[in-house]
């Protein structure tokens, strides 16, 4: 089978599709499936829990995001080459995956561009604006809205679609935050957002502990629950179950 070097991380999907036996026309392919909305391969699953990052236009210079892709696409490149198969190979391939998205991450944390979220009316604004829907459209597990990026746990309720929901959140927010920084003009959030379906229980407390603890780790606060904007906070949505 011929690679797609342009976007190596699409045999990979593809791959899993096939060994999860989806077939076309079975499920509605927004829904579920392989499709991109630029240069990211997303992988929909109904009924998962999805952990997205959504980021303000300045955060991540294009040139930054395209080392960071080339160094995943010759770490692909070279685990196809030894031609791995099977589990090890879906293995060491997330093993991948997951290293580009912490770099980018590590990244954001260092708190490139004009970091509006920074300003309490607009992270109020964003917070506010995640919680509107819970348990109308989605179910919020776990939330952070950081000084250029936001990360969100969720699980979309049936009949809303994750891009859906993630498209209304930054509508909403970006014509009323681009009020409040004088910017009409200009674009406040970033058009790709980093989407990934969780796999399992695990997976999720992982990424659910990275998502409260993120404003530690960026020297932001010193304790979770003391970041106003994430569901850590006191008063939040009351999160259960994650040994945190």
């Not at 959140?169 to 379906?197: I, M, N, Y």
């Amino acid at each position: 089978m011929r690679r797609n070097w342009q976007n190596p991380g699409l045999e990979r999907v593809q791959h899993e599709l096939r060994s999860t036996g989806a077939k076309d026309g079975v499920t509605n392919p927004v829904r579920s499936g392989v499709h991109s909305r630029g240069y990211l391969p997303h992988v929909k699953r109904e009924g998962a829990d999805y952990f997205v990052t959504f980021r303000l236009a300045d955060s991540l210079p294009r040139e930054v995001l395209l080392r960071y892709e080339g160094e995943r696409a010759q770490r692909l490149r070279a685990l196809y080459d030894a031609k791995c198969a099977g589990t090890a190979a879906v293995a060491a391939e997330e093993i991948i995956q997951r290293g580009f998205r912490r770099a980018v991450e590590r990244f954001l944390d260092q708190g490139a561009g004009a970091c509006h979220l920074r300003q309490p009316v607009i992270a109020e604004l964003v917070d506010g604006a995640l919680k509107f829907f819970q348990n109308k459209r989605y179910v919020l597990r776990e939330w952070v809205v950081m000084p250029n990026h936001v990360h969100v746990l969720f699980w979309p309720m049936p009949n809303y679609l994750v891009g859906e929901i993630v498209k209304s959140w930054k509508q909403f927010t970006s014509l009323r935050a681009k009020r409040v920084v004088g910017t009409q003009g200009e674009r406040f959030w970033q058009p790709e957002s980093f989407d990934h379906w969780v796999r399992n229980d695990d997976e999720r407390a992982r990424i659910a502990r990275y998502i409260r603890l993120n404003p530690v780790t960026a020297r932001l606060c010193s304790k979770p629950q003391d970041w106003r904007w994430s569901s850590a906070w006191p008063g939040g949505i009351p999160m259960e179950g994650w040994g945190l």
